[in-house]
């Protein structure tokens, strides 16, 4: 266990004691009752809510100057990206879907000021390639001399696995041949500085040969982003399902080499700093869900104005607030919550989430959960609306343990609530830095043998840690999301980016490619 200062454990002791505390986070004397005779009472709560404040405040990057969006406009650089023109055959998605903000981010859906949109969850590429199209990105060069990266639009399409399978089966041989010789601009001192992307878990891509799964050499130092990384605790007994997904870490290694997992698309987008688009429908002065105002009450802002031709070069005020302001952020209505099924992914954590919540508690200001959640690729936005009403968000392992479910709690500003390290290792660039003071990292075993209880846990979090964990994702949740137009040094194809750029520079400094000043770039090879 982490050392707890003396301060600390005083604060946390008179918490404990404190008969002021929240209503909300009071436990009835019936669930009192109800958890002391349900549940093992073996688990010391108060140790596990001083060890992760401890952590938090070491790593308090909210109420310090270090945080990361700390830039000046004259700090802020755009990593310049070329993109490669893929003929039909390679680019399976044409431009003019590209360009369709519909198709790349779904339909639009009503609520929160015309941020929220039925997202399909595999469209990270779609996205990605739609964003650095934008006229007059700050990102996109068509001067290969220019670029720090190279972006290979490759079979970006939402695709089930066994179209997965059929597509790449197909690049094998002569196809990956052709490949390369529309990558003009690729030879051995430019492959750090040229990336893939793969928009599902990394562990689907094993039949795509030579490009994503056990490159070519010409590949071997080029980048890779999917939804899931190598793990690094595969070896866990407690996710034996995934066991035939992922192999040993080493193994993993040698298979996908520079893999980095990055975040699925949350349901909620902001506008971003690019311009208004002719006749949307967007709140001027308005919130969007995880401003901490809305930790309040988690009621929508249904307060909207149509911009016209006449507001077309206006751009989203600096000033727009998000539903993350400080506001009223402890009336959330709901201490918990879960939007999922109980019949698939880490099942054991699941049903005694369902045996909780549904056979103890019985009480949805308490711990709300679906009725009914069908599975598929985009969630109706009404489906997670819950998420901006509750204080925490449950987040069991899925199919995976990566899942969307986490990009939208954390953009509702709801505290997500994981249950296995390997669910906290996903998407290091967007919030490695901050994670451990915006999330809860629940003990899975002591948790699946009945020694922890849901209610008993997140009603007795120090009030100084849940303000600290609502004001993190308030600063930091619109990195973990992708917003309709430009919005350079703010959201989550900026961090992807910067990222890429900063792997590609170490990977040079390893000598793995040879560093090229901007004059010296080589022509087609």
């Not at 070329?82 to 360009?99: M, P, T």
């Not at 939402?158 to 690049?171: F, G, T």
């Not at 094993?206 to 070896?235: Q, T």
Request: proline fraction near 6%; hydrophobic fraction near 35%.
């Amino acid at each position: 266990m982490s050392a707890v200062t003396n301060e600390h454990a005083s604060f946390l002791n008179t918490f404990y004691r404190n008969s002021e505390a929240s209503n909300l986070l009071r436990p009835p004397q019936r669930l009192r009752r109800i958890a002391h005779e349900s549940v093992q009472p073996t688990y010391d709560y108060a140790v596990f809510w001083q060890d992760a404040l401890t952590d938090a405040l070491a790593n308090n990057r909210t109420l310090t100057d270090d945080g990361k969006w700390d830039h000046s406009p004259n700090q802020l650089e755009c990593p310049k990206v070329y993109i490669y023109n893929l003929s039909s055959r390679f680019q399976d998605v044409d431009a003019h879907k590209i360009a369709n903000r519909q198709y790349v981010f779904g339909s639009a859906e009503e609520g929160w000021n015309s941020t929220l949109w039925q997202t399909i969850q595999h469209h990270i590429g779609v996205i990605l390639h739609h964003r650095l199209q934008l006229p007059g990105n700050c990102y996109a060069t068509e001067d290969p001399a220019q670029a720090d990266l190279f972006f290979v639009p490759l079979l970006l399409k939402s695709k089930k696995a066994s179209d997965w399978v059929r597509k790449c089966q197909q690049l094998e041989g002569k196809s990956i041949d052709d490949l390369l010789a529309e990558l003009t601009f690729l030879n051995e001192s430019t492959a750090c500085q040229h990336f893939f992307v793969f928009p599902k878990g990394h562990y689907s891509s094993d039949h795509c040969k030579s490009w994503f799964y056990d490159p070519l050499p010409i590949f071997n130092h080029s980048l890779r982003l999917a939804y899931s990384h190598v793990p690094g605790k595969a070896e866990d007994e407690d996710l034996m399902y995934f066991r035939e997904r992922s192999k040993t870490p080493q193994i993993d290694a040698l298979h996908h080499p520079h893999l980095t997992s990055v975040p699925y698309p949350s349901n909620l987008h902001h506008w971003g700093t690019g311009e208004i688009p002719q006749n949307s429908s967007v709140a001027y002065n308005s919130t969007i869900p995880w401003d901490e105002v809305n930790h309040a009450n988690g009621t929508e802002t249904n307060d909207t104005m149509t911009w016209h031709e006449s507001n077309q070069a206006d751009r989203i005020s600096p000033n727009l607030t998000m539903p993350w302001d400080e506001t009223n952020h402890a009336d959330r209505t709901v201490l918990m919550s879960f939007v999922g099924r109980f019949d698939h992914g880490d099942v054991p954590v699941r049903q005694q989430i369902q045996k909780q919540c549904q056979g103890i508690y019985q009480d949805p200001s308490i711990c709300s959960v679906p009725s009914d959640i069908q599975r598929r690729s985009s969630l109706p936005s009404q489906g997670i609306l819950i998420k901006g009403k509750s204080i925490f968000c449950l987040e069991p392992a899925g199919d995976s343990p990566w899942r969307k479910s986490i990009s939208d709690s954390i953009t509702f500003g709801c505290i997500p609530v994981l249950f296995h390290e390997m669910t906290d290792d996903v998407a290091p660039w967007h919030w490695g830095h901050w994670k451990k003071q915006g999330r809860v990292l629940v003990d899975r075993q002591a948790f699946v043998e009945g020694r922890i209880d849901l209610y008993r846990l997140l009603s007795t979090i120090p009030p100084q840690l849940q303000t600290l964990m609502q004001q993190t994702l308030s600063r930091f949740a619109r990195q973990f999301q992708y917003s309709l137009t430009d919005d350079p040094g703010r959201d989550g194809i900026h961090t992807i980016l910067e990222g890429l750029r900063n792997e590609m520079l170490e990977s040079k400094r390893q000598g793995l490619c040879r560093f090229f000043e901007k004059d010296e770039m080589p022509g087609p090879s």
